[in-house]
């Protein structure tokens, strides 16, 4: 496949990691748009000029015209405010929606044919709302949170365990809210359930099940302990690197199975909602959504996730977005 051309809207926090990160692994010519004059001008000079000690001979412009990202093949959304100490995600709801539908629009107006993947929060409102304003094919606009929150998950069992994290295997299903649902029973260390060692560690299972359960609870708040560390703004590092694992099965067609905010279309039982959900992504963006039976427990949560996504989505329709 050959060089891409990858449109950054936002140049923030997470902005500036994906584009050294894209630069650094060549993944293609990234431009850089914000609304804030030279912020996106000077991150890329700064990058830019790293060019020569890491050895990639990529662009990296930043601009504050949307007409540079003109014929973009990818284009990754992080513009929007991020959450301060003490505010949920769902706070974000009107400035971001007023946000991400002036970048929707322009997005169509000049990288009409580009694969989306949007980072904004609320995540699975602001993926509902650009793939409205821009009419794109559902396969092309999705949401990155899965891969960081089941990232989250699986570390903090690669911690408990004393294990290698490359091997753990966890999945966190369901919308980017509290109500995420992180899938304990196929968790995994190179295929050996992570219940069964946690079990082996304590001798006992209900210790192992209070073990597990906050390791669950710690991934679904795993978000907010960062904001709350970090007081001004919230987790970029990380939801970098997971939209990067998203842009990299795209550009390169890998086909790789990852949890996207993906719309579905009775799948999982859903009808015309996004929600994160295991999906095949490859050189058209969404290939294949996948599917696995649930149990009853499981069945439930995800139900209780997907009511607080639609009642997300509802809230922003009843503001007129
Ligand atoms: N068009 C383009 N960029 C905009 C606009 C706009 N209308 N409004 C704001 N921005 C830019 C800001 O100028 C800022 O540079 O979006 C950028 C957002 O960067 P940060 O505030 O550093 O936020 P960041 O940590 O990168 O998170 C971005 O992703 O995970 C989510 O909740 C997070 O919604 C937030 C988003």
């Keep these: 496949m050959g060089l891409k051309k990858i449109a950054l809207i936002g140049g923030g926090q997470i902005g500036g990691v994906l584009a050294q990160l894209i630069a650094s692994k060549q993944l293609g010519d990234v431009v850089m748009y914000d609304i804030v004059e030279d912020l996106p001008q000077g991150k890329c000079l700064d990058i830019a000029e790293a060019s020569r000690i890491d050895g990639f001979d990529v662009s990296v412009k930043g601009t504050n015209d949307y007409k540079d990202i003109e014929g973009s093949d990818l284009v990754i959304v992080t513009a929007g405010l991020p959450r301060k100490p003490g505010m949920s995600r769902d706070d974000l709801l009107v400035t971001n929606a007023n946000i991400i539908k002036t970048v929707a629009e322009n997005v169509k107006k000049f990288a009409p044919n580009s694969i989306v993947i949007i980072v904004s929060n609320p995540l699975d409102a602001m993926v509902t709302l650009f793939q409205k304003v821009t009419g794109f094919e559902h396969n092309r606009v999705m949401g990155q949170a899965g891969v960081l929150d089941s990232s989250r998950f699986a570390t903090f ?39 069964e060692l946690l079990e082996q560690k304590y001798s006992d299972r209900s210790k192992a099940a209070e073990v597990m359960k906050a390791m669950v609870e710690r991934t679904k708040q795993a978000g907010g302990e960062v904001v709350k560390l970090l007081k001004t703004g919230s987790a970029f590092y990380s939801p970098a690197s997971a939209s990067i694992a998203m842009a990299e099965s795209i550009i390169f067609d890998e086909k790789r199975v990852l949890p996207v905010c993906a719309y579905l279309n009775g799948e999982y039982g859903v009808n015309g909602y996004y929600v994160g959900v295991p999906a095949i992504l490859g050189k058209n963006g969404i290939q294949k959504i996948v599917e696995f039976s649930l149990d009853q427990e499981e069945k439930a949560l995800l139900d209780n996730s997907v009511n607080a996504v639609k009642s997300l989505v509802a809230d922003m329709e009843r503001l007129g977005f």
Excluded: F
């Excluded at 919308?175 to 219940?195: C, K, Q, S």
């Design 157 to 195: 069992i690669a911690w408990e365990l004393g294990v290698s994290v490359k091997d753990v295997n966890a999945l966190v299903l369901g919308g980017h809210g509290d109500t995420m649902v992180p899938i304990v029973r196929y968790a995994n260390v190179n295929g050996i359930p992570v219940m």
